[in-house]
């Protein structure tokens, strides 16, 4: 599966998933640092790649339908500090082998996984 990951991620996450067999961009690399939810979404979905976020605003579904993009994975935590971020991904990485994720929104909570579509 093709990844981008937003810029309010450390590169780990992105790592994690390379490590995993998946194909990551990260919104850094590719200039999108400080660009708009708008821009970074439509590079994504340019791209044909789910985003992985911290940014609330994703999870909008009117904004973002989750049906028009190829998938968007929200981290919605108490606590964002980078060892219980990729403690939590590491987490959540097997279940992009067991769930679809392309239309689909996942809001990842310390103790859920909320999935729309």
Do not use: C
Not at 51 to 76: C, E, K, Q
Not at 101 to 108: A, E, Q, S
């Amino acid at each position: 599966m093709d990844f981008k990951t937003d810029e309010n991620l450390p590169i780990e996450i992105a790592q994690l998933l390379t490590e995993a067999g998946h194909s990551v961009s990260t919104a850094l690399d590719e200039g999108l640092g400080g660009a708009t939810d708008e821009a970074v979404s439509s590079a994504a979905v340019a791209e044909g790649q789910a985003l992985v976020t911290l940014d609330a605003g994703f999870a909008d579904i009117r904004r973002y339908p989750p049906a028009s993009l190829p998938g968007i994975i929200v981290l919605s935590l108490r606590r964002q500090d980078k060892p219980h971020l990729l403690e939590l991904f590491r987490d959540i990485l097997p279940r992009l082998a067991e769930q679809p994720l392309k239309g689909r929104l996942w809001i990842v909570e310390e103790d859920r996984i909320r999935i729309r579509s």
